[in-house]
């Protein structure tokens, strides 16, 4: 077929051209027409077959992506046939035709037969409707009949501007929410994410309806754009017109996911370099957040300005309506905004700018797009003048946690917040090319404030101890400053405290509150690597931690800190079980400095707990009494705050009246995490290796191993206990679970000696972006946090069957693992071990500390190795 071959072959060219470096609107442009052009030939070989009257009664009129000449390589035909005389057997031969020759070209058509009522009646009855075909274009057939038609949808959108911009807002609003709800989401969709092509598209859907018009430069003659606006657009259209375009060639099918390994790809491919603290894919991707958030804004407005667009009545009446505030502020029923005439003065000055947000969260009111536009152009200066009134204005507004992160956000839209904060420049989209964060830095900072503020209403025991909390705005400063130390080689903790210190200086903040903003910076990732890395019943370690932080005071913004920074990596990221470890700390911590009090309040394990367990004895016999007062204390952190009293006293009486050669299993959910727990009771007087064992089995099940703990109770007691996440099943059926202890229940009896076999699980191959991201196996002793054992930690990428293969050979190393806790976050992992020699003891011999870390590194190495090709 003549037109298949047209199709293939110009579509080839214009890759090689693209691949050559085309920009990406001349890629679509010339898509577009030689797709007009297919389309316009199989319509003249229809005509010429079904009758040459056709030409003069149908109209082929392109709309949507294909209608603005922007036609991605993969993307669907939107071809609409109108008509205008009585629906006959011929126009409907003439339709099935071209559908069916228009697919069997290659392409996938989404046709349309109507009359001209017929489609402006389905457009105004349908929002998403209406903007496709606000991006008509006529190709063939009869101009007459497109010339009535457009007339036609114009007036319509005149006459029903309101409910016609209200529905194509709300349905970009539904759109923008599934792709994300912020711009700086860090696997966007290029076509309808945040600040993507879509919202671009949704300032030509608005201009028709407000002018008429769709072109974007045609809106800066009618003065809803400024020049500078337009060319900002143009610039994002451009971007991501060429990212599309690579995506769909790249992927032989329609593709708008910008993943990790695209990235990559196309940073590479775009000739993007990078630096010793800057990867090319990060330079690339902060381009590209630089350009769509100023899209998301500028969409932003450019909808509201079409909302509020004002009737004469209501200009009548605004004088009425609006009244003056300070002699320079206008205050109207929803907005408020700056006096035309003082506007020049105001804009520029950070102190106005400041008292303008306060009223505006005072009042309930919304910035008007005059004075935010005219705001940010002032702040596109290279240097605004900043004296200490602004500081003082600035350090009060952090005061109040009531709209603090919606004000914060948008002095950085409007780039006011990095004239205060000259260091917040740096980090505006920041890409964190990893696994686990989804945001980029200053985004994720901003939500660290955002999620901080929110606990104000939240009734748990971080939103009481934020509630109480006198100095607010030390911890709010402090979270808007806690990443911006990222980009450079140095550790950006480190970084991070110089800029603290300069901040503070700047803001003309001394004493106290200083020394606080700047150990909360420095220390920011010191509470979750203890909380998550640490045995948190090592009451030494504890007091040692708390006498670091040295008052209740910081205790408490640390706590918050560290809960407002986990929780804005990603939605999800801080699970019961993170939660429950980092409010354990604290409020073990929290003991040591001041006794039992919040503690006692907040009914989480506690001293009173292991007295409930013993209550559970006969009252007779005290010695039995005793007896579980303290065994009970040497169970995991955890294990008694979780369980009833009475569990864990019955299970301990089990244990203790058990025979010699008796093995007690149990299998229990953790409640509201998700997660499973086993335990396992014995009587070991030598070393079984029964740990790394288990941890095999789990694995080969497909159970993820996420904290480990081996207690010694007394009298060669010991307690095994693992706590793991079922990849399998949401909803773990009971027979499972059965086997899952049968197993245990086997192998620690020594009935059980089948070597684990670890499933090839498609998710594990090392693609091109889990390649760049890979951390750097490490295996690193502590031999001084706690007393009586060495720390091994081992930093690797997660592989199944990894934590098998380091406990095996700890094992084999001839040591005792006493307890285990596994943090796993994207493709890396963090393993840590407490370890002891066969004898209990802490390993002090510098040689065999080597000889541990060097083995154990090469076993690590060699484990990983063998999986590398399965990328």
């Known amino acids: 077929m003549a037109a298949r071959r047209q199709w293939t072959e110009g579509r080839e060219l214009i890759r090689q051209r693209h691949d050559n470096g085309a920009p990406g609107k001349k890629t679509v442009l010339e898509l577009s027409d030689l797709l007009d052009a297919v389309v316009l030939s199989l319509h003249h070989a229809a005509v010429l077959d079904l009758g040459a009257?056709?030409?003069?009664?149908?109209?082929?009129?392109?709309?949507?992506?294909?209608?603005?000449?922007?036609?991605?390589?993969?993307?669907?035909?939107?071809?609409?046939?109108?008509?205008?005389?009585?629906?006959?057997?011929?126009?409907?031969?003439?339709?099935?035709?071209?559908?069916q020759d228009i697919n069997d070209v290659g392409l996938k058509v989404g046709s349309s037969l109507r009359t001209p009522r017929e489609a402006c009646t389905m457009a105004t009855n349908d929002p998403q409707v209406f903007s496709s075909l606000t991006e008509s274009r006529y190709i063939g057939g009869n101009i007459d009949l497109f010339t009535n038609y457009l007339a036609r949808l114009q007036r319509i959108s005149q006459k029903r501007y309101s409910g016609l911009t209200d529905g194509i807002i709300a349905a970009r609003a539904r759109e923008r929410d599934q792709y994300g709800e912020t711009v700086y989401l860090l696997r966007p969709n290029i076509k309808r994410s945040p600040g993507a092509l879509r919202d671009i598209h949704l300032i030509r859907w608005l201009g028709f309806v407000r002018f008429g018009e769709t072109d974007i430069d045609q809106l800066v003659r009618n003065r809803a754009l400024t020049a500078q606006d337009a060319e900002q657009l143009h610039a994002a259209n451009e971007f991501l017109l060429r990212l599309r375009c690579d995506l769909h060639f790249h992927g032989g099918r329609t593709q708008d996911g910008l993943g990790r390994n695209e990235q990559v790809r196309l940073a590479k491919k775009m000739g993007y370099s990078g630096s010793d603290s800057i990867l090319p894919v990060e330079s690339m991707m902060q381009d590209y957040f630089r350009l769509t958030s100023r899209t998301r804004y500028l969409s932003g407005q450019f909808s509201e300005a079409s909302q509020s667009r004002t009737t004469l009545t209501q200009s009548m009446l605004a004088p009425l309506m609006t009244r003056q505030v300070d002699g320079v502020f206008r205050m109207g029923p929803t907005r408020i905004g700056v006096d035309p005439q003082r506007r020049g003065e105001v804009v520029g000055d950070i102190r106005q700018i400041l008292r303008l947000m306060q009223l505006a969260v005072l009042h309930n009111k919304t910035i008007e797009q005059e004075t935010w536009l005219a705001i940010r152009e002032a702040m596109s200066a290279e240097t605004v003048p900043f004296s200490q009134d602004d500081a003082r204005q600035f350090w009060a507004l952090l005061t109040n946690p009531k709209r603090l992160a919606e004000v914060l956000q948008m002095l950085h839209e409007m780039h006011v917040l990095e004239k205060i904060i000259p260091d917040f420049g740096h980090t505006r989209g920041m890409l964190q090319f990893n696994e686990y964060h989804h945001y980029t830095v200053d985004e994720h900072s901003l939500r660290a404030v955002r999620i901080c503020a929110g606990l104000e209403e939240n009734p748990s025991i971080a939103g009481k101890i934020y509630r109480g909390l006198r100095d607010k705005q030390v911890l709010h400063l402090a979270l808007?400053?806690?990443d911006l130390g990222k980009g450079q080689t140095e550790d950006h903790c480190e970084v991070g405290l110089r800029i603290a210190v300069r901040i503070c200086e700047r803001l003309g903040i001394g004493g106290k509150e200083a020394e606080n903003v700047a150990f909360l910076v420095h220390n920011h990732l010191m509470m979750s690597h203890i909380a998550f890395?640490?045995?948190?019943?090592?009451?030494?370690?504890?007091?040692?931690f708390a006498a670091n932080v040295g008052s209740v005071g910081l205790l408490s913004m640390l706590f918050l800190l560290t809960w407002a920074d986990i929780s804005a990596v990603a939605p999800d990221m801080m699970t019961p079980w993170k939660e429950e470890l980092l409010t354990g700390l604290f409020l073990n911590a929290h003991d040591q400095l001041t006794g039992m009090?919040?503690?006692?309040?907040?009914?989480?394990?506690?001293?009173?707990?292991?007295?409930?367990?013993?209550e559970c004895a006969d009252p007779d016999d005290p010695e039995t009494a005793s007896w579980l007062r303290e065994t009970a204390r040497n169970l995991p952190w955890n294990y008694c705050s979780e369980h009833e009293p009475q569990l864990v006293a019955g299970r301990l009486l089990e244990l203790r009246r058990a025979d010699p050669d008796q093995v007690l299993a149990f299998v229990n959910p953790v409640a509201s995490t998700g997660q499973h727990e086993l335990s396992i009771g014995k009587r070991e007087r030598i070393r079984s290796g029964i740990f790394y064992k288990v941890t095999g089995m789990l694995a080969s099940q497909g159970l993820r191993v996420r904290a480990a703990e081996i207690k010694p109770l007394g009298s060669s007691l010991l307690w095994y206990w693992y706590r793991f996440e079922d990849g399998d099943f949401a909803n773990v059926p009971e027979s499972r679970l059965d086997e899952i202890r049968a197993r245990a229940h086997a192998i620690a009896t020594g009935a059980d000696e089948e070597p684990p076999r670890f499933r090839t699980l498609w998710n594990d191959r090392i693609t091109p972006a889990v390649k760049l991201s890979l951390p750097e196996i490490r295996v690193e002793i502590d031999n001084q946090t706690v007393d009586n054992a060495t720390i091994i930690d081992v930093f690797a990428y997660n592989r199944l069957g990894l934590l098998y293969t380091i406990s095996r050979k700890i094992f084999l190393l001839g040591l005792d693992v006493r307890f285990a806790r596994i943090s796993t976050w994207g493709h890396q992992v963090l393993d840590v071990f407490y370890v002891t020699d066969s004898q209990g003891r802490k390993i002090r011999e510098r040689l065999r500390l080597n000889t541990i870390r060097q083995e154990l590194a090469a076993e690590v190495e060699a484990f990983l190795g063998e999986h590398k090709s399965d990328g």
């Open 597 to 614: 009090a919040l503690r006692e309040t907040s009914g989480r394990h506690s001293h009173s707990l292991f007295d409930r367990i013993a």
């Open 533 to 544: 890395h640490r045995d948190l019943s090592d009451e030494s370690m504890v007091a040692e």
């Open 53 to 99: 009257e056709l030409d003069l009664v149908v109209t082929l009129v392109m709309h949507g992506g294909c209608g603005r000449r922007e036609f991605a390589p993969f993307s669907d035909v939107d071809l609409m046939i109108l008509y205008h005389t009585a629906e006959s057997s011929q126009l409907n031969a003439y339709s099935r035709r071209m559908v």
């Open 480 to 482: 808007l400053l806690h």
